[in-house]
């Protein structure tokens, strides 16, 4: 007796200990547009990073290349306060997948080798069961201070999307019903979690059956599931089309009754586009995409009705091979940036332990190399300092001003002694709110930005003759004319950070996109973004 009390309070003190440790986040809620701390008020930004937990072994990639705290120390040194944690429902409804030790659910697929990575890398998961797996992962995260979102990524563990059963609601493998204990079951095993902020709902709704009617049914009924069982939790909830359509709730908003935790959510990637056709119009390309964002989920941040958007899934093919997802990626930083948007990069693993019947499948898209050991493209990450960072902060003091950025970069402008260069977006030069066809002065200055000529540093100084003007249809070449009337656009240097004044590449004398363009115009693109901290 008298052990078994000692054993209890080691436990007790061990479980406290753990709490403290863990309390990296708290319940967070909404405010307008924007998610928000719940105790102080102030704005939280969600700088995240899939990974993967759904596929057919259940298992989290990557425990089979690396320790865990490794993994999850990975996370935070290349920037993510936050990890899209994804899970399957059948694993939380079906005992027989949920009740699986970690070294059963290897054996089902021959996975040796996996299962020898575990066990030299994380030995004490191979005998817990996958559920128990899941949760050891996320305590993990609670306690190097990193953020959690829960996603319901398919109901049957395997990859997503096309064709696999798990698409809408009556699909071979997309009961309603099951779907809805699954949500309640994970709300409630991860209720008072303080790694955990929010549940994603489900990835990607898509395929034939997909209606709205449906979605407004059982997007109703899973946020009150969810709400029932966790009311700290954010409800984010998922749109039609692979997560690109929300457009129709201009017209019926839904119904829910969750408080101030509802955030939608929304999937932007370069598919669908050939690259001969981004290499031939860029500029086009571009505003006809931001044009198809902004119609069909932006405009949620927008308005007296306004609601958080959380961008849950964007990336690159990161060895930088893809000339459409090179071209996309500047375009899609432009306007996340302007919006500061909360989001969660795909992904963070560097393979697959099984992956649509592959074994070790590299992913391109992923963080990590594939042994797991290094960031596979260091300067990819970089670009993305502006996005991580609050720009803007509902309950700032301070006025509004811009910082200029350059999105191929990653980086902004900066004003300095010997001329203006990019940088860092921390500390920017600030610069007062630019109208189209006016000058472009440093905020609380009379300095103004000036073309001095064709191939040359522009200028900043007192001469406010410039008069700017966004051209080509992405309204990102900004163009000024030179003495001599000729509209010349700012661009930065290939070989340096300097900034100078050139032709404009893909537009014509008339200041409009040329039909087509072998040009890339990516260097002369640059967007003011409000900032107010």
């Not at 052990?3 to 319940?27: H, K, Y």
């Amino acid at each position: 007796m008298a052990r078994g009390i000692r054993n209890d309070e080691a436990m007790l003190a061990f479980l406290l200990l753990q709490i403290v440790t863990f309390c990296s986040s708290w319940p967070l809620s909404t405010n307008s547009r924007w998610i928000v701390d719940d105790a102080s008020g102030k704005r939280v930004k969600l700088a995240c990073v899939n990974w993967p937990s759904h596929l057919e072994p259940m298992i989290a990639e990557g425990l089979e290349k690396k320790p865990i705290n490794v993994i999850v120390k990975k996370i935070s040194e290349t920037g993510f306060n936050c990890v899209r944690f994804t899970w399957s429902t059948y694993m939380f409804t079906r005992p027989d997948y949920g009740n699986l030790t970690v070294s059963k659910s290897l054996e089902r697929f021959n996975l040796s080798a996996a299962k020898a990575g575990i066990a030299k890398n994380n030995p004490r998961f191979l005998n817990m069961s996958v559920v128990q797996l899941h949760k050891a992962v996320v305590d993990e995260l609670g306690k190097n201070k990193v953020m959690v979102v829960l996603d319901n990524h398919v109901s049957r563990p395997t990859w997503c999307c096309s064709g696999d059963g798990n698409g809408f609601f009556g699909d071979a493998d997309f009961s309603p019903e099951e779907w809805l204990r699954g949500l309640a079951a994970v709300a409630k095993a991860y209720k008072a979690h303080p790694a955990v902020v929010g549940m994603s709902m489900r990835n990607e709704l898509r395929g034939s059956r997909q209606n709205e009617a449906d979605w407004y049914k059982y997007m109703q009924q899973g946020a009150n599931t969810i709400h029932a069982q966790s009311p700290d939790f954010l409800v984010i909830v998922s749109g039609l089309n692979f997560d690109n359509n929300l457009g129709f709730l201009k017209s019926k908003p839904l119904a829910v009754n969750v408080r101030n935790k509802l955030v939608y959510e929304a999937h932007w990637y370069s598919f669908g586009i050939p690259a001969e056709k981004w290499a031939a119009q860029t500029n086009q390309l571009c505003a006809t995409v931001t044009k198809w964002a902004r119609d069909n989920y932006l405009f949620l941040i927008a308005g007296n009705n306004s609601f958080p958007l959380f961008l849950s899934e964007f990336g690159i093919n990161q060895r930088g091979d893809d000339l459409a997802d090179n071209r996309y990626i500047s375009c899609l930083l432009a306007a996340v940036a302007e919006a500061d948007l909360d989001w969660a990069l795909w992904a963070l693993q560097g393979s697959y332990i099984l992956r649509e019947g592959h074994v070790n499948l590299e992913e391109i898209y992923g963080v990590l190399d594939i042994n797991w050991d290094h960031p596979r493209n260091p300067a990819f990450l970089d670009r993305l300092q502006v996005i991580r960072q609050i720009n803007q902060d509902f309950k700032s003091k301070h006025p509004t001003y811009y910082i200029l950025f350059h999105p191929l970069s990653g980086q902004c402008v900066h004003v300095v002694k010997n001329g203006i260069v990019v940088a860092t977006c921390k500390n920017a030069s600030r610069w007062d709110h630019h109208q189209d066809g006016g000058p472009i002065k440093l905020a609380g200055s009379p300095w103004c930005l000036g073309v001095a000529g064709d191939g040359t540093t522009p200028r900043v100084s007192k001469d406010c003759s410039s008069k700017w003007k966004l051209v080509s249809s992405t309204g990102l070449h900004l163009a000024a004319q030179d003495g001599r009337g000729k509209h010349l656009c700012l661009e930065k240097n290939a070989s340096d950070s300097k900034l100078v004044t050139k032709k404009c590449l893909c537009v014509g004398d008339n200041l409009a996109d040329l039909p087509t363009c072998a040009q890339n115009p990516e260097a002369q693109w640059f967007k003011l973004i409000p900032a107010n901290i």
